[in-house]
């Protein structure tokens, strides 16, 4: 199994991610909420980008951090504990849209598109989701058409995290509408310089208010020949690795949820004086401490292998989506007693547990629903 003595490296990692996330992530985080500001969001991303962040897990050759998943969930952890908006626009980055151009993408593609996104002076998305292909996402009705040295894209992908601010999306389309999942393509769409894009809306949500997520509208877009990524009618496979990588992301920001809660719910506790004592004297909350505890270092240990089994070339597929179900089901859990262990104080915008609740709801649901992750395991146990 894997070891939990970290490297000097991973350590270093943690503890400039905790530092940014305490001097600069922590203090805007409740206004950047209210305020659905998912500009400043953007903005962290950036200042993310000069710590080495944006490109962790990927080559130093293409202008990565030379570093793995691990060292990914490590950072994930440490921001999600006080900013969840900034954990799932960052993890969407990273595995969901630079992932599948570095894994799948040609040396042209990569040498172009590569060294910004890990710099991050651009920032990328993922357009799979749309109204009528969620969890089944073989069912999409976006059109690719090769017309000369170009595909013309047309349809509506929604739920589009980063969408607006994104300098590339990761767009898949039916190129082959007949052949179903062997019919879809990917594409590298760049959307403030390929003519034919819209952004329609944008999400009003009960969690993540800070980051966004937005409706597209393709209509021909042009989409230039050489930017299709892998091959014609390996789109669905692409997005499909690409989901199990995020699933990984997912399951440290669920964590990171998870453990900012635990913390403030655990200092609370033993300051919070009632029938004469600390109320972590009280043994209902002391236990609830405990579940709470247990919890994470499951969830933990879970997201901790499926990165480990990614960085050593293992099969990691069930391994994330493990972890996905697991972390995020803590994040729920953990922070609703967070709630409780608060009391009333804890319902109210005075204290950050009701914003990490809210948060860790769509954790559940998006990279996969948690019954999505259900039948991923299923499968492969009864296979
Ligand atoms: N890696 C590579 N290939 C895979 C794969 C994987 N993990 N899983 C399946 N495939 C391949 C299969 O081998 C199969 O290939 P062959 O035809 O050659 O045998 C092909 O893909 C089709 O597989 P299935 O028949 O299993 O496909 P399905 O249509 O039954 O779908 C599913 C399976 C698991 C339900 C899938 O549709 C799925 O994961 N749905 C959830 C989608 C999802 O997570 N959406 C989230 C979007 S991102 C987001 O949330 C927004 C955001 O911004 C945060």
Redesign the pocket.
Known sequence: MYSLKFTEEQERICQMVKDFSLNEVAPGSKERDINGDFLATRDLLKKMGKLGLMGIPYDKKYGGAGLGYLEYALAGFELNKVDASLG?SYS?HIS?GTGPIYNFGNEEQKQKYLPKLCSGEHIA??G??EPCA?????ASQCTAVKKGNKYILNGTKC????GEFADVIVVFAMTNPELG??GISAFIVEPKNFPGIKFIKREAKMGIRASV?NVIEMENLEVPAENLLGQEGKG??IA??T??C?RIG?AAHAVGIAKGAYEYALNYAKERVQFGKPISKLQVIAFKLADMYNKIESAQAVTLKAAWSKDEHLPY?IPAAVAKLTATNTAMEVTTEAVQVLGGTGFTMDHPVERMMRDAKITQI????NE?QK??IS?AILR
Do not use: C, H, P, R
């Not at 969620?134 to 073989?138: E, L, Q, R, T």
């Not at 998006?366 to 629903?369: A, S």
């Open positions: 799932i969407v969901l998305a993922f799979l989701t969620g969890s089944d996402a073989s739920f589009t995290t980063n999942t062997k997520q669905f496979k499909m690795a989901l199990d995020g997912v597929s998006y990279e996969g629903t999505i039948l991923v499968g």
